[in-house]
């Protein structure tokens, strides 16, 4: 193929079977006419044969497609992403499942919708049996590693599977100011190349996860002077200015590399009363940008205008690469979209956002992109025609009755919740000020101002006494602030009422600790297992009590489960080594102890661990590697 396929135009919403049978009908058509031109991606556009290429997977936190010069924006910089663009395929109209990092990241990595893959919330943990795009490209012999730039998506959620490499450091020089801890884009870029610079053979699959663009919006200096009182498109300048950065340094390295920029959710900046993220699901935090560009390999110039959906790009990605489809997958492969083969889209975007329950004691959300209408599912529902609204302004679910109520059963196809609605839930159009007023209590607990913080929460909980989000953080606050009993209060009463984290638990087992009541410190951690059974850092500090008590074997049961869960837990393996010293079974302690020397040599657990046996060398035998693998839990 020389030339680059048209532009494919979508016409009006279709219900998603009547979308897949034209994609189908589409390829049978071509099928009939060009043959082998069915076949993978580089049957079209062959690689020398058996040369896979390198896979760069770049996800840009709360980035909107509207903020970046290859979507229309003329205020910003954004010269990575326009070249991307340029020398491939732009989606247009691509979508979220969710308006949230972890869910929407778990979406884009499995190719599931988050009612499929149970992670529906930033606290869920994805499935360990659910398929992983990483697992895949590491059964084909690639090396896979992430460096990932939020806690949201660290290794304790589950996306770690599948990957050599998972690292989410943020430690200084890396770390930004925020209420989320974030590592900065520049150093999530350094590690990144340090990693695919180390001598190998093997097609590399990298997930690089740029946060920055998050709130608060506080880009270098040098950068934000270029962008007086426009924060937000300094924070973009400056995450572009690294994307850039990260796609030369790995292209050198590896010339043969298929690059993907995409974004896991927008950024809201005041549409629909919204400040942030993680609350609306209109276009403003869903709609995402997209690009697929592998100059050579993939076509150049290219803009897709149907709707596309991010669960579309594990199978894209696989059906370009020629490896096979995951098991299981809510998304289709975008090859058709992409060649020409195809002129209608996937299908509609499905979009939810269950948190609101959970955190805020609100009604969720659910939504359906479907051609140019947006149906949102809410106590009051909502349609919006973007063809005629693009700033989805305009509510016309009175006047456009019957496609309100087709997409409404569309929709609840593919969510049964958002067909049977609870009742008795306030909308979250009537608690937004709730909500930006939380999410300026969590920046004013960024910058360390507790006492104010704590005085935000409970102004919140002075009108929404359910808003649990606001609970919690109040309870954390309180210890932070040096105001022990009444936190203990305060997470008691979490636990009565079935509201608690595992984080409650262990607190409230560290003010009993202090307070040189190991016995009920104990019980605390005891209970807070018995509620979360998978929770590594409860097994972890009960297994440490244990220990200090004296009660080896059981000390010994915890902490190997600790570290079966949270391999990284460096403390804990100290603290094995310890427990197994202590009954006189040296060499075990050593083998579990000399693991330290490999993943973390220069650290104070490392130095820790030296003392546990007498004559016991730790010292580092070489530097440590710039990005290490997560250590293997110890053989029982």
């Known amino acids: 193929m020389t030339t680059a396929p048209p532009v494919a135009r979508g016409g009006a919403s279709r219900p998603w079977g009547a979308a897949a049978a034209a994609v189908a009908a589409a390829g049978l058509v071509t099928a009939l006419v060009a043959g082998a031109r069915l076949g993978p991606w580089w049957k079209e556009r062959a690689l020398p044969r058996g040369q896979k290429p390198t896979v760069l997977l770049i996800t840009l936190d709360a980035t909107?497609?509207?903020?970046?010069?290859?979507?229309?924006?003329?205020?910003?910089?954004?010269?990575?992403?326009?070249?991307?663009?340029?020398?491939?395929?732009?989606?247009?109209?691509?979508?979220?499942?969710?308006?949230?990092?972890?869910?929407?990241?778990?979406?884009?990595?499995?190719?599931?919708?988050?009612?499929?893959?149970?992670?529906?919330?930033?606290?869920?943990?994805?499935?360990?049996?659910?398929?992983?795009?990483?697992?895949?490209?590491?059964?084909?012999?690639?090396?896979?590693?992430?460096?990932?730039?939020?806690?949201?998506?660290?290794?304790?959620?589950?996306?770690?599977?599948?990957?050599?490499?998972?690292?989410d450091d943020f430690?200084?020089?890396?770390?930004?100011?925020?209420?989320?801890?974030?590592?900065?884009?520049?150093?999530?870029?350094?590690?990144?190349?340090?990693w695919v610079q180390a001598p190998h053979d093997q097609p590399v699959f990298l997930w690089a996860h740029l946060a920055d663009s998050m709130a608060p919006h506080n880009a270098p200096a040098a950068v934000a002077a270029d962008f007086p009182g426009r924060a937000y498109d300094a924070e973009i300048a400056f995450v572009d200015e690294q994307m850039g950065r990260l796609v030369a340094g790995v292209r050198r390295r590896h010339p043969q590399t298929l690059v993907v920029a995409m974004a896991d959710h927008g950024e809201s900046l005041g549409d629909h009363g919204e400040d942030a993220f993680g609350y609306f699901v209109y276009s403003a935090t869903t709609r995402v940008p997209l690009v697929v560009s592998m100059p050579g390999k993939v076509p150049s110039g290219v803009r897709v205008a149907p709707v596309v959906r991010t669960v579309d790009l594990a199978p894209t990605l696989l059906d370009l690469i020629g490896l096979p489809a995951l098991p299981v997958s809510d998304g289709v492969s975008l090859v058709p979209l992409v060649v020409g083969r195809a002129t209608e889209g996937p299908g509609p975007a499905a979009i939810e956002n269950v948190s609101l329950q959970s955190k805020y004691g609100l009604a969720p959300l659910f939504a359906l992109r479907a051609g140019p209408h947006l149906y949102v599912k809410a106590p009051r529902p909502e349609l919006y025609d973007t063809a005629q609204d693009p700033q989805e302004k305009d509510e016309a679910s009175a006047r456009l009755t019957r496609v309100a109520a087709r997409l409404a059963s569309e929709l609840g196809a593919v969510i049964p919740e958002a067909a049977s609605y609870p009742g008795g839930l306030r909308d979250p159009k009537d608690t937004l000020d709730l909500y930006n007023r939380y999410q300026l209590a969590l920046d004013t607990e960024g910058r360390r101002e507790f006492e104010q913080a704590i005085g935000a929460h409970r102004s919140i909980l002075s009108?929404?006494?359910?808003?649990?989000?606001?609970?919690?953080?109040?309870?954390?606050?309180?210890?932070?602030?040096?105001?022990?009993?009444?936190?203990?209060?305060?997470?008691?009463?979490?636990?009565?009422?079935?509201?608690?984290?595992?984080?409650?638990?262990?607190?409230?087992?560290?003010?009993?600790?202090?307070?040189?009541?190991?016995?009920?410190?104990?019980?605390w951690l005891t209970k807070g297992e018995a509620r979360y059974p998978r929770s590594a850092a409860l097994r972890h500090r009960r297994g440490r009590l244990l220990l200090e008590t004296k009660r080896y074997p059981e000390a010994e049961e915890e902490l190997r489960e600790a570290l079966s869960l949270e391999p990284r837990l460096l403390d804990a393996r100290v603290a094995l080594g310890e427990a197994l010293h202590a009954q006189g079974r040296d060499e075990e302690a050593k083998g579990v102890l000399e693991e330290l020397r490999h993943v973390a040599p220069d650290s104070p657990e490392a130095a820790e661990a030296g003392q546990v046996i007498p004559g016991l060398d730790l010292t580092p035998v070489a530097p440590a590697p710039a990005a290490s693998p997560a250590p293997s839990p110890p053989a029982r």
């Open 64 to 167: 909107r497609a509207d903020r970046l010069g290859a979507y229309g924006y003329s205020q910003g910089r954004t010269p990575a992403a326009d070249e991307l663009a340029a020398q491939g395929v732009l989606f247009e109209q691509a979508y979220a499942a969710a308006p949230l990092c972890l869910p929407s990241h778990a979406s884009i990595l499995t190719g599931r919708l988050p009612v499929h893959n149970g992670v529906r919330d930033d606290l869920d943990v994805l499935p360990p049996d659910a398929p992983t795009l990483a697992e895949r490209f590491r059964a084909a012999g690639y090396r896979t590693a992430a460096f990932v730039g939020t806690t949201s998506v660290d290794q304790s959620r589950g996306l770690a599977r599948g990957f050599d490499v998972y690292d």
């Open 171 to 194: 430690g200084p020089p890396g770390k930004r100011v925020g209420a989320y801890e974030r590592g900065a884009a520049s150093a999530v870029v350094d590690r990144a190349l340090a």
């Open 463 to 523: 009108e929404a006494p359910g808003f649990l989000y606001s609970r919690r953080k109040v309870t954390e606050l309180l210890i932070r602030a040096g105001r022990l009993a009444e936190s203990e209060l305060e997470m008691k009463d979490l636990v009565a009422k079935d509201q608690a984290l595992d984080n409650t638990y262990l607190n409230l087992a560290l003010l009993r600790y202090r307070a040189e009541k190991r016995d009920e410190a104990l019980e």
